[in-house]
């Protein structure tokens, strides 16, 4: 049975965003080196490759790679939620000592996501500054954990969920079922 879907954002919106994202990365990336990006698996990853692509052909001086991780091992609802056997191991090709990190994320909801990969950040060494990146912040945080740079912000209900389709760059909210 397919959720119903409650909104829907086209591609030219979600390119917006990103835009937004860019200009906002572009001011940080400048005033303070080195800088490395890392994507959180999945959606995180997708928005992270547009935004080293974006930086890189800028003439930025980030590192050419995009870190990707794996939270699920770091979540502190993992006895709730399970594993996740679709995404593999973490994948961080550069040194993250006194970097500045800026950690990216596809959306924002209670900021679980988030704690866990700055856990496992810290376990590849200690960056000189992180900043959250994220294309959709949406509102029922849990954590006090807030974006630094954002695409756009939802105000969802509890029972709604937000999703980025990368291939369509289309932005859904839909209802849980």
Known sequence: MSK??????????VRQWLNDMHEALVGLVQTDTPVALIGIRRGGVDVGKLL???LIDGG???EPELGELNIAFYRDDFSSIGLHPVVGPSQV???VQDKHIILIDDVLST???VRAAMNEIFDYGRPARITLAVLVQRAGHELPI???VIGHSLD???NQYI?????RMQVTVGEKS
Do not use: I, M
């Open 60 to 62: 930025l001086p980030v």
């Open 156 to 158: 969802v209900a509890a």
């Open 111 to 113: 900021g679980r996501t």
């Open 163 to 167: 999703d980025l389709d990368a291939t």
């Open 146 to 148: 807030r974006a630094d």
């Open 4 to 13: 119903p879907v409650n909104a829907l954002f086209e591609s030219p919106t």
């Open 52 to 54: 080293l692509a974006q």
């Open 93 to 95: 090709p550069f040194d």
